[in-house]
Structures are given as structure tokens and as C-alpha cells.
T-cell receptor, first 116, second 110 residues
Framework: DTGVSQNPRHKITKRGQNVTFRCDPISEHNRLYWYRQTLGQGPEFLTYFQNEAQLEKSRLLSDRFSAERPKGSFSTLEIQRTEQGDSAVYLC??????????????FGNGTRLTVT | DAKTTQPPSMDCAEGRAANLPCNHSTISGNEYVYWYRQIHSQGPQYIIHGLKNNETNEMASLIITEDRKSSTLILPHATLRDTAVYYCIAFMDSNYQLIWGAGTKLIIKP
């Protein structure tokens, strides 16, 4: 399967602990995105990379959240000092930026975080 | 990105064509119309996108009105596996985020 891969699929943690998620995008894709989704809502943008550069970060994202994409390949999303409000599905997507034409985002199946 | 408006839910009989409407009256000239769907416990799945012309692929057809203010996604022969939430989004490459509405919950009935 050459789609977007996310690990782990599920994570249960206690409030105050740090967690890290990994995303492996489609190999030739130069753009990588993180979104968050809560029950009954559409995905909400968190941050975006073009190659290894983090070009945008949502104002809604607190400083407890950090993302990296070393060497422009896989990405990690870390949440420090987790809170119950962080419970959500964290989705990763990738796309191939082109000069013209639409560039669909392809999503992984997400990491479901439960903070107890 | 332009906002889109979709009906909250629709039913369709198995084997019939499912036609899902979307209004995007404020869409700009270089924004594409994208359709995704999301089946429970999975990530959003890309279906199709278009700019001005109608588009067809192995999953669906996309009909965009001439004024580009609305579009229709057509699933030609709906199956039970097409039951999902369908999202219509207006988006252009120079932007970095898709803005998602609540989508249409499509239920295919046997």
C-alpha cells in the first residue's frame, strides 16, 4: 500500500503526558499537512509543510503542539502536557504541489488520541 | 477559500444514481471544487475535483454549472459501501488549508 501511513492508530494517555505521532506521506509528495478532527465535525487545519519547511501553523494551535518534517520525508507531531481537550483524531495528508491544476490531498486513517 | 453549502443528509436506493448537490456561490476564478468522502473510522478519501469542465473518473462524475456557483457529485450506481459523509470544498493550490463544512451524510438503502 503506497498511501499515507500513520502510527499509532490509537493512543491512550494520561493528562499531562507527552505523546508523539508519526506520518509517512506518499513518497513523491512534497507537501504534508496535519489536521485534527473531533466527533461530528469536519477536519480542522493544524499545520503545513512544503518539503522540510513548516510554512504555516494554525492560530488555534497552542505552543504545546510541535511538528517536524526532517529531510522532507516523514513527519512527527508532538503534544506536550496533554489535556482532555486534545482528545481527537489527528489526520495527516500529503499532496504533490504543481504549478497548474488541482493537487488533491491524500489522507491517512489518522491517530485517535484519548486523554484520560 | 469560498464557503460551501450542502444538505445535511440524503437517502438513495442501492443501484440508483446518487446526486449530491453543493452550493459555492462565492467561489473565485482559480478555486477548484473538490469532493471527499469519509467512512466511519477512516480518513477522508479523495473522490474528484474540477475547475470549470465536467469531470468523470472511476468513482464518480462532477457536474459544475456554467457560472460555477454550484456543482453536483454523481455516484452512478450507488452501493451500500457508498454510505458515508460527503464533503464539497472550494480550494486553490496556493492555499494551504482545506476548509471543511459539515458535509452531507449519504445513506444508501437496500
Amino acid at each position: 500500500d503506497t498511501g499515507v501511513s500513520q502510527n499509532p492508530r490509537h493512543k491512550i494517555t494520561k493528562r499531562g503526558q507527552n505523546v508523539t505521532f508519526r506520518c509517512d506521506p506518499i513518497s513523491e509528495h512534497n507537501r504534508l499537512y496535519w489536521y485534527r478532527q473531533t466527533l461530528g465535525q469536519g477536519p480542522e487545519f493544524l499545520t503545513y509543510f512544503q518539503n522540510e519547511a513548516q510554512l504555516e501553523k494554525s492560530r488555534l494551535l497552542s505552543d504545546r503542539f510541535s511538528a517536524e518534517r526532517p529531510k522532507g520525508s516523514f513527519s512527527t507531531l508532538e503534544i506536550q502536557r496533554t489535556e482532555q481537550g486534545d482528545s481527537a483524531v489527528y489526520l495527516c495528508a500529503s499532496s504533490l504541489a504543481r504549478g497548474q491544476g488541482g493537487s488533491p490531498l491524500h489522507f491517512g486513517n489518522g491517530t485517535r488520541l484519548t486523554v484520560t | 477559500d469560498a464557503k460551501t453549502t450542502q444538505p445535511p443528509s440524503m437517502d438513495c436506493a442501492e443501484g440508483r444514481a446518487a446526486n449530491l448537490p453543493c452550493n459555492h456561490s462565492t467561489i473565485s476564478g482559480n478555486e477548484y471544487v473538490y469532493w471527499y468522502r469519509q467512512i466511519h473510522s477512516q480518513g477522508p478519501q479523495y473522490i474528484i475535483h474540477g475547475l470549470k469542465n465536467n469531470e468523470t473518473n472511476e468513482m464518480a462524475s462532477l457536474i459544475i454549472t456554467e457560472d460555477r456557483k454550484s456543482s453536483t457529485l454523481i455516484l452512478p450506481h450507488a452501493t451500500l459501501r457508498d454510505t458515508a459523509v460527503y464533503y464539497c470544498i472550494a480550494f486553490m493550490d496556493s492555499n494551504y488549508q482545506l476548509i471543511w463544512g459539515a458535509g452531507t451524510k449519504l445513506i444508501i438503502k437496500p
